[in-house]
């Protein structure tokens, strides 16, 4: 149901003024459901009513009529407010936050029927949360925008920039893109709202693409967006007469960090976030992972959706929200600085010799609060008690990490000795005032009260004993009253409504107000089975005690001022304190994960190295130790350079499907990741260079919503492949062209290895089935086959999982599909298939199935008969295929066929 405008049937009868008002604030916010302060609950009318009650599954009322029509209404505690606003914002809805912003007292003063002064304080979207409620503690809240200058690139093509803003954090980043990268940058910074001009939905290639992108997308008009103004812009946010002190920024990159900025000031109405100045990313800075990549490799979540089984949560160690933020951060967008990965790396063999101490530091974050965070909250007027106190935790923290680092005297490694000044230089005086000044035990909301420790302000004591002594003589009148009525059970009580009153049970009220007492207990109300009374006495007193505690929640309110103005003064310090303890957080952590898991140091340089030394997959090897299986399986991969000068290798890896070809591809792209982050691998050693992208197709499946097939999909993603690495890229891909007819297939596989070998020149790894392909090592230098290990027992396959040089001869896929269980029948006519196959032309197999085959209906399951002596093992025994040219390999096995057909 819409809310009705009256202005276009003036026969209708007005809407009361309070029903004015909300259709007026709400006609400003037509795109967000409005939260409509009345007393202690946020009240929804008309169509946000029935929207917001489906939502939330909470029951839809009505509140009396409008132009003739029931209106619709559901309603929110207050104090429950922040739950519900969880629920709608994860289905996408905004939030217009309308408060009271004036006492109800004076909007008497101006008439019985004024209404209560109300103002939206803030929209509540996706990418603008502060409350920890609303929060992933781990996960940084980004809100991104992206701007376009058409035709800026060197090519004459469209150049894109992305601004990214963390407003619980102050983070505020930004980099310039392209049409090709632009997805592998979204994907990187992982936005819960993404800001985007309204004129990307008139482009037919941007519009497809916003629309498809797995976030909240928030179309703005272009002037947001608007170049020629947008460095003064940001200017004037930062209070600065220049953008030179900030850095050296493109206009497009101007404009879109001015969009981000704009957004936050009017989804934040009055207040402003205490934002770090704009970091640019410089272009290659960081590896470009784009987003099927992160997917398939499930760096940060599944392929569910879930953080467990990811390669964050199998690495994640670390005890505070800010370490957790920022190995994500790290974790999506890995360096490709060798000597910043060294740097972090040097911190991480400190943290390593610290032994026990490290075990210190640990307990000492464990006990710090998330200071970032607390001091956004603080900043915007939404922070209480319990932020100032968390500002005092972090510093005490800092102080214990200073002391226990500083034991090393200057030698500490550039990283951690950087940390270490940050926190050295923290003001450690506001912490011992936040202590002195802060109670034990907090309420949530400054409002409550009850939060400056007693002894910290004299005026505070003398009040608050005023206060708590008063609620002493209200005993003592209670006592007084009951002796001289004569009345045991007689009672002062309080309420809201009345303040302050006596109570009696309604036999001895009637006595109350007889002329024993005349004039003495003024009647005031009748209760079923009870009186309640009044005297002058009660009256003063409830007055003063009145006074007493509006007095003492006045003198602290104007304490935590004070207070906040002292944190708000040193903002920018306590931003580097917090970026401080997050870098020793994270670096301890993965310390731990080295020490615990047995992981090593990687050499990363600028060369095109890819050798690795007994690898292993971090996940998977967590969980075969958590559910008590074997152990991991460790596999080597080296695709350096054979010769100076010259790319990396492809592997062109064969073998049967559950033999651990997959575990293998993602192990090798996960340790280069692990590697550019700055962390130990799981590995015996590890030399890389550089990978500056990393492209990853492993496994696929149908996209409904956007009508692709799996093998669509497929070649969506081997197109951005092929058309986007580099020699310095690492490529994993498995089982290209499966999706579709065999000789289709095998020529699609075919033509992708050539390009990747003559065209991209990547290092690369290329799972398949089709055992045609392995021919390919004979004429490209740079290709070498590989397999997986098995062996067969009894008719079954036993996977070894072990990575060697050559080629699978076959695939076993019988035995796998009979592991997994196909009916005895199936797997004996899946044999007897195959046999057929092998034995005449592969060209035209479905003729020579009808020709030779019966139907499987007439097959029956044949028991196979005991062969006292196979004639082929003598033969078999004698061959060699690691040493056999193809052209050796043919005439053997026409021998072996010879040797058959004479048995039989």
């Known amino acids: 149901m819409l809310a009705p405008d009256p202005a276009t049937d003036t026969a209708l009868p007005r809407p009361t003024p309070m029903m004015e008002q909300f259709l007026e604030i709400k006609s400003a916010n037509p795109d967000s459901l409005l939260f409509y302060r009345m007393g202690d609950f946020y009240e929804l009318f008309f169509a946000d009513a029935e929207v917001a009650s489906r939502a939330l599954g909470i029951t839809l009322t009505k509140r009396g009529k409008h132009l003739g029509e029931d209106i619709p209404m559901c309603g929110v505690p207050v104090h429950a407010a922040n739950d519900y606003l969880q629920k709608l914002i994860a289905l996408g809805h905004r939030v217009a936050v309308c408060e009271q912003t004036e006492d109800p007292a004076e909007a008497k003063k101006r008439g019985g029927k004024s209404v209560v002064r109300r103002a939206v304080v803030r929209l509540v979207t996706p990418g603008t949360l502060t409350e920890d409620t609303l929060l992933d503690a781990g996960r940084n809240n980004y809100l991104a925008a992206i701007a376009r200058q058409r035709g800026a690139g060197e090519d004459g ?7 990214w803003i963390d407003i619980s954090t102050g983070d505020f980043r930004l980099a310039e893109s392209d049409g090709l990268r632009l997805s592998a940058d979204v994907a990187r910074v992982d936005p819960r709202e993404l800001l985007v001009p309204d004129s990307f939905f008139a482009d037919e290639v941007l519009g497809t693409f916003v629309r498809e992108l797995p976030v909240s997308v928030t179309p703005l008009p272009g002037a947001f967006f608007d170049g020629a103004t947008a460095a003064s812009r940001l200017a004037a946010y930062f209070g600065v007469g220049t953008l030179d002190g900030l850095g050296s920024f493109s206009r497009v990159e101007l404009s879109a960090a001015a969009a981000a900025l704009a957004y936050v000031e009017k989804t934040q109405i009055s207040e402003r976030p205490p934002l770090a100045r704009p970091i640019r990313e410089s272009d290659g800075a960081v590896m470009l992972i784009d987003a099927a990549t992160r997917a398939n490799l499930e760096l940060v979540r599944t392929l569910s959706g879930e953080r467990r089984g990811s390669l964050l949560a199998a690495i994640d160690r670390t005890v505070t929200g800010a370490g957790s933020r920022l190995l994500a951060e790290r974790l999506a967008s890995p360096s490709t600085d060798p000597d910043l990965i060294g740097r972090r790396l040097d911190a991480l063999d400190h943290m390593l010799r610290l032994g026990r101490r490290r075990m210190v530091l640990r307990e000492a974050l464990g006990a710090s609060p998330d200071l970032a965070r607390a001091l956004s909250r603080l900043s915007l007027n939404r922070g209480g008690p319990r932020d100032l106190a968390g500002i005092r935790f972090a510093l005490d923290a800092a102080a214990r990490l200073a002391t226990v680092l500083g034991e090393d005297g200057a030698d500490l490694p550039e990283e951690i000795a950087a940390a270490r000044t940050s926190l050295v230089e923290a003001p450690h005086d506001l912490a011992a005032e936040l202590a002195i000044a802060l109670a034990d035990e907090l309420p949530l909301l400054r409002r409550d009260g ?7 302000d004299a005026d505070l004591d003398t009040t608050r004993a ?3 002594e008063s609620r002493q003589v209200i005993a003592g009148l209670q006592a007084t009253y009951a002796a001289e009525t004569d009345i045991k059970a007689l009672k002062i009580k309080h309420n809201n409504v009345l303040g302050y009153f006596i109570e009696v049970p309604q036999q001895h009220g009637e006595r109350l107000l007889g002329a024993e007492f005349a004039g003495r207990y003024i009647h005031r109300q009748t209760m079923a089975g009870a009186m309640r009374f009044i005297t ?5 007193l409830e007055a003063k005690i009145a006074s007493a505690g509006d007095r003492a929640l006045a003198i602290e309110q104007a304490i935590f001022d004070t207070l906040l103005a002292r944190v708000i003064a040193v903002a920018e310090t306590l931003r580097m304190v917090a970026a401080a303890l997050a870098v020793i957080d994270v ?4 310390a731990t994960l080295a020490e615990t898991d047995n992981y090593a140091r990687p050499v990363v340089d600028n060369s095109l190295a890819f050798d690795i030394r007994g690898g292993r997959h971090p996940v ?12 991991f399986v460790a596999n080597g991969c080296d695709l350096g350079a054979r010769k100076d000068g010259k790319p990396g290798l492809i592997w062109l890896i064969t073998g049967p499907n559950m033999a651990g070809k997959s575990t293998f591809l993602r192990q090798n792209g996960l340790i280069a990741i692990l590697a550019q982050i700055g962390s130990y691998v799981p590995a015996e050693s590890a030399h890389l260079g550089i990978v500056d992208r990393l492209f990853s197709r492993v496994g696929a499946a149908d996209d409904l919503a956007r009508g692709r097939s799996t093998f669509m999909v497929e070649m969506v993603e081997t197109a951005a492949i092929l058309n986007q690495a580099t020699e310095r890229s690492l490529v994993i ?6 999706g579709t007819a065999t000789f289709d297939g095998l020529s699609i596989a075919w033509a992708a290895i050539e390009h990747l070998h003559e065209v991209n020149c990547s290092r690369g790894l290329f799972a398949t089935h089709y055992h045609e392909l392995t021919a390919l090592s004979q004429r490209l230098d740079r290709l070498e086959n590989a397999t997986v290990r098995v062996k067969e027992w009894n008719g079954d ?13 076959r695939s076993y896929g019988i035995q796998v599909a009979k592991l997994a269980g196909l009916p005895a029948s199936v797997v004996a006519r899946a044999r007897d298939v195959l046999s057929h196959l092998e034995e005449t032309d592969r060209k035209s197999p479905a003729a020579t199935l009808i020709d030779d085959l019966p139907l499987f209906a007439a097959l029956a399951v044949k028991p196979q008969p005991v062969v006292a002596e196979d004639p082929l093992g003598p033969a078999l025994d004698g061959l060699a295929p690691d040493e056999m040219t193809p052209r050796q390999a043919l005439e053997a096995l026409y021998g072996l066929k010879a040797i058959r057909a004479g048995s039989a």
Do not use: C, N, S
């Not at 670096?587 to 993965?590: C, F, H, K, M, V």
């Not at 891909?733 to 499966?738: K, P, V, Y």
């Open 157 to 163: 093509q469209d150049r894109f920039a992305i601004a």
């Open 450 to 456: 009850g939060f400056v420790r007693a002894g910290y």
């Open 466 to 468: 005023l206060r708590d």
């Open 536 to 540: 002058t006495e009660l009256a003063d």
């Open 587 to 590: 670096t301890a952590a993965l």
């Open 620 to 631: 998977v090897e967590q969980a075969l130790k958590r559910d008590g299986g074997a152990a």
């Open 733 to 738: 891909l498995d089982e290209i062209g499966r």
């Open 797 to 809: 396959v036993v996977f070894l999982h072990e990575i060697v040089a050559g080629a699978a001869d």
